[in-house]
């Protein structure tokens, strides 16, 4: 059947100059298809796996070659090993991948797609029964797994990297593992307050100051210890400590009282040397879960503070949807400009992803001066784009 409307096409277009009304009839109606089709969807995905593929080898050794560029001079000039220097390069890859997955997922498609255009592939398809909107579906699979990809990279992975690459750096040129000096910690509930002379994460910390305080905010006790430990799972322990109590109303100490070792489990003291770590850090390096945690724990949180954490929250949740959000613009951008060539289509697409980035970074910065809900700034240009192509592939007559 395929093979029939594609050759009456070929005779209209490119043979015959004109048809009879009986060849017309012959042709029979196709109604559409919308079940598994074997055959064409791992023709499909197959065709846009292999050009994916290419795009992220290709996207991938740029990036390197970036980092490369920009901070190989500073090992050579510590004389660090190549294994560090290595390791810090790895570390760097997954930071790289988010921004490459949406690319790669958009260009991907505009090639496959336009490639299928120029063959003339789309038309037989469309003839066949099967929409244009059916004819992405394994794309949009394939790009409905690289969105989970994505999310996995931005919550789980890049900010472990993304410190320990910096970690790296730092030792490369210091030789000595950093520390955080002077760093001061207060629970979100405000129950305990911490100072720490010397921060080392994952490590013993020496000299440290911990204060509990009433539920009306009085101080009940400070502990001066000379080197605390936190043990997974098990809590903190604090050696060679001095505990001093105070009055009722917080601020006349009773008598010193020395202590070989005091220790806390989690439910008493719940933050962790992460959880300190994360709290001198931007908002903007902040994996999701955490700003969730701080915007539902902290108590009498200013407005302001308020909408930047909320904003990037669903700016957040939404982002890791932009591999899912290139395939429904792929689709209509490539079949569009199907004549044109794929040259074209790139061009556009290039201009879509520069205007999806402007939307959304005006949105997150309305967001956090509270211009617009949060929420709505967050979310909304992601959606947006995705409902955009969602209704160009409709009106293009592709569902």
């Known amino acids: 059947m395929v093979r029939k409307v594609f050759k009456f096409l070929k005779d209209v277009f490119i043979g015959k100059d004109t048809v009879s009304r009986k060849e017309f009839k012959k042709l029979e ?23 994916w593929s290419i795009l992220i080898l290709v996207f991938v050794l740029g990036f390197i070659m970036g980092d490369v560029f920009d901070s190989l001079s500073d ?15 790895a570390m760097r890859l997954p930071g790289n991948v988010r921004f490459i997955l949406p690319i790669s997922m958009l260009l991907g498609t505009i090639w496959t797609m336009a490639a299928f255009g120029k063959n003339y592939e789309i038309t037989a398809m469309r003839a066949s029964g099967v929409s244009l909107f059916r004819c992405g579906v394994p794309i949009m699979f394939v790009g409905f797994l690289v969105t989970w990809v994505n999310i996995y990279f931005n919550e789980m992975l890049i900010p472990h990297t993304e410190h320990k ?6 030792y490369a040129k210091n030789k000595k593992v950093p520390q955080q000096k002077m760093l001061v910690y207060r629970s979100p509930d405000g129950g305990r307050a911490w100072f720490f002379r010397i921060f080392e994460e994952k490590s013993f910390h020496h000299n440290v100051i911990f204060k509990k305080y009433r539920k009306d905010g009085t101080l009940d006790y400070d502990l001066n210890i000379e ?13 060679n400590v001095t505990k001093t109590n105070y009055t009722s109303d917080g601020l006349m100490p009773y008598r010193p009282v020395k202590m070989e070792q005091v220790f806390f489990a989690p439910g008493e003291v719940p933050e962790t040397p992460e959880d300190i770590l994360y709290a001198i850090k931007d908002e903007e390096d902040l994996p999701s879960w955490v700003i969730w945690d701080i915007l539902h724990s902290t108590e009498n949180m200013s407005e302001r503070m308020k909408n930047v954490y909320t904003t990037l929250f669903y700016y957040r949740l939404a982002f890791p949807w932009a591999c899912f959000l290139a395939v429904f613009l792929g689709i209509p951008i490539a079949t569009k400009s199907e004549r044109s060539g794929v040259m074209a289509s790139i061009i556009v697409a290039v ?8 939307c959304a970074n005006l949105f997150l910065l309305f967001g956090k001066q509270g211009v617009i809900n949060p ?25």
């Open 351 to 358: 201009g879509m992803i520069v205007g999806y980035i402007i």
């Open 227 to 239: 080197r605390a430990e936190y043990r997974e799972n098990k809590g903190w322990f604090f050696s």
């Open 75 to 89: 090992f050579l000039d510590a004389d660090a090993p190549w294994s560090l220097t290595i390791s810090y390069f």
């Open 29 to 51: 109606v196709v109604k559409r298809r919308w079940g598994f089709l074997p055959r064409l969807d791992m023709y499909v995905m197959r065709e846009f796996l292999v050009k």
């Open 165 to 170: 690459a910096s970690m790296v750096m730092a």
């Open 375 to 399: 929420v709505f700034a967050g979310l909304a240009p992601t959606v947006g784009f995705i409902a955009y192509g969602y209704y160009k592939v409709l009106m293009g007559g592709g569902v």
